[in-house]
């Protein structure tokens, strides 16, 4: 008896799977994750003083900033706070803390978040069609050269980053900082640009095309771009842009920062930039004791100009 029983289990278990298996398949719909953008901007109004929260406008897309006032009797200027591509303005990195500590010097702050990075970007179609031909007379070129000698093959500097995904990232920061910019010109005294890694960089090659938002001085914490070839040209547009600068980096830091250090120096003596100043912190960056070196040499730089 028992015997039938579990025969006939075994029959109606075999049944079931025989019918899922005959089923049409179906797959799971895709659901796309929620941009970094979007949830960084969650966080920072769920955690930050809600007066210090500051929504702007770039085009038709909102974002978040952080507005502190300054707590000194005169006010010497505003500072404009853009930290590093997929960072949050609190980071541990400095700028959180300058962006508290420069208001008893007598500085506004305002700290931007930053767009998202389009990971999928292609660069415009006058791009490709230049590129396309070149790569297929290339390859035409190694299938005639196929039948009477072997190629040479040579192994090419891969860049980290392609340029599409570069200039879309700078295309909507540069978007952003408009609308930062314009929020500055609200406040008295002068407008200080404080900009961290591959977004100091982007905003400085904006400033080497010499655009209509002037600025009283650029501060670079760690500028570099994650592609080869136009980080050397940083070098050299370092050299050219307008606004006084001030260039820090850490002798721990990024490895091409740390070989671009020294070809900085030789552009900004060609172009004899005299505003050009270049300071080496010690240490890891989140470290408090490099915090107060970090506001020093910004404070020592900016009362050195006005």
């Not at 008896?1 to 799971?28: D, E, H, N, R, Y």
């Not at 009797?73 to 959180?96: E, F, K, M, S, Y």
């Not at 879309?168 to 005294?189: C, H, T, V």
């Amino acid at each position: 008896m028992v015997i039938g029983k579990q025969f006939k289990a075994l029959q109606l278990i075999s049944l079931v799977c025989g019918t899922l298996l005959a089923m049409p398949t179906q797959a799971a719909d895709f659901i796309a994750p929620t941009p970094w953008s979007i949830i960084s901007s969650n966080d920072l109004s769920r955690l930050m003083p809600q007066d210090e929260l500051k929504p702007l406008l770039a085009g038709d897309t909102e974002f978040l900033s952080l507005y502190r006032q300054h707590m000194s009797a005169q006010q010497r200027g505003v500072v404009l706070i853009i930290p590093d591509w997929q960072h949050l303005p609190t980071n541990n990195n400095g700028l959180n803390f300058l962006r508290t500590q420069l208001n008893d010097l007598g500085y506004a702050t305002i700290a931007m978040t930053v767009p998202d990075i389009d990971w999928q970007a292609v660069p415009p179609t006058d791009e490709r069609e230049t590129t396309e031909p070149a790569a297929t007379e290339q390859a035409t070129n190694l299938d005639n050269s196929a039948d009477t000698a072997t190629p040479v093959v040579h192994v090419d500097a891969i860049a980290h980053m392609s340029n599409a995904i570069i200039d879309n990232y700078k295309l909507n920061l540069i978007a952003r900082f408009n609308a930062l910019y314009q929020s500055a010109l609200d406040e008295a005294g002068k407008i200080v640009v404080i900009a961290q890694g591959a977004s100091a960089g982007v905003l400085i090659e904006h400033y080497g095309e010499f655009p209509n938002t002037n600025i009283d001085a650029f501060v670079s914490l760690s500028s570099y771009l994650p592609n080869s070839k136009r980080n050397q040209q940083l070098n050299a547009t370092i050299s050219t842009i307008s606004p006084p600068l001030l260039d820090i980096y850490y002798n721990i830091d990024n490895p091409d920062l740390l070989l671009s250090v020294a070809d900085r120096k030789r552009w900004v003596k060609r172009h004899s930039k005299y505003d050009y100043r270049q300071r080496e912190l010690f240490g890891l960056r989140s470290e408090s004791e490099q915090h107060e070196r970090l506001t020093k040499e910004v404070d020592g730089f900016l009362r050195r100009l006005f």
